[in-house]
C-alpha cells in the first residue's frame, strides 16, 4: 500500500478519534438547559461517513484520478492543517460554550471573539477545509464532489437549524450578531 494513502487513512482516522474524544470530554462537563438539534448532527454524521467511504473506494479506481498525486497530496495536506487550526481555535474560544449538538447550555453566552468576531461558525469552516484536504489528497476530482458536495449541504442545514435555535434563544443580541458577521467566509457569505 502506497505510503500516502496510508498517511491520508491514518490522518482520517485520527481525525474522527480527535471529533469522538472532544465530543466526550465535552459532554461531560455541562447541563443543557434545552435542545434544539433536530438529529441534524446525526445527519452530518452518517452523510460524513458515507462520503469518505464513497470518495475512498472511487479514489482506489483510476476514475476521476488526476495523475499529480504529489501535488494534490501537498495541497491536500496542507488544507487538513489549516481547517485543524481553524477548527482547534474555534472549539478553545469557545471553551465550555462548544457543543456538538444544538443546545443551550447553561449560563449560555453569545461569543464574539477571536474568529467569531466575524464569522458565525468557523468550527464548521474548518471541518469543510479538512474534508476539502483529506479529498483533495487523494487526486481524484470526483473523490473531491462525491466528499464536498454532501457534506457542504449537510453543514448548510445544521446552520439553518443552529442560527433558528439560536434567535429563539438570544432574540435581537444573535439577529444583530447576524447581521455584522457573515456564516462561513469572511466579507462573502
Known sequence: MNI??????????????FEIFMSRRLQSKRNISKSGDKGSIWLLFISIALRK???????STT?????????F???GSI???????????????????????VTKIENHKLVETGLYKNIRHPGYLGQLIIFLGISTTLSNWLSVLLMIIPV????LNRINVEEK???????????DYQ??????IPAIY
Open 4 to 17: 500516502k494513502l496510508i498517511l491520508i487513512i491514518a490522518f482520517s482516522i485520527l481525525y474522527g478519534f
Open 53 to 59: 467511504c464513497l470518495s475512498f473506494l472511487i479514489a
Open 63 to 71: 476514475i476521476g484520478r488526476i495523475y499529480y498525486w504529489n501535488t
Open 73 to 75: 497530496f501537498i495541497i
Open 79 to 101: 488544507l487538513e492543517i489549516i481547517g485543524l487550526i481553524i477548527r482547534v481555535t474555534s472549539i478553545l474560544t469557545l471553551k465550555q460554550q462548544f457543543t456538538y449538538t
Open 152 to 155: 457542504l449541504l449537510g453543514y
Open 165 to 175: 435555535f439560536m434567535v429563539k434563544q438570544m432574540g435581537q443580541k444573535y439577529i
Open 179 to 184: 447581521k455584522r458577521t457573515k456564516r462561513l
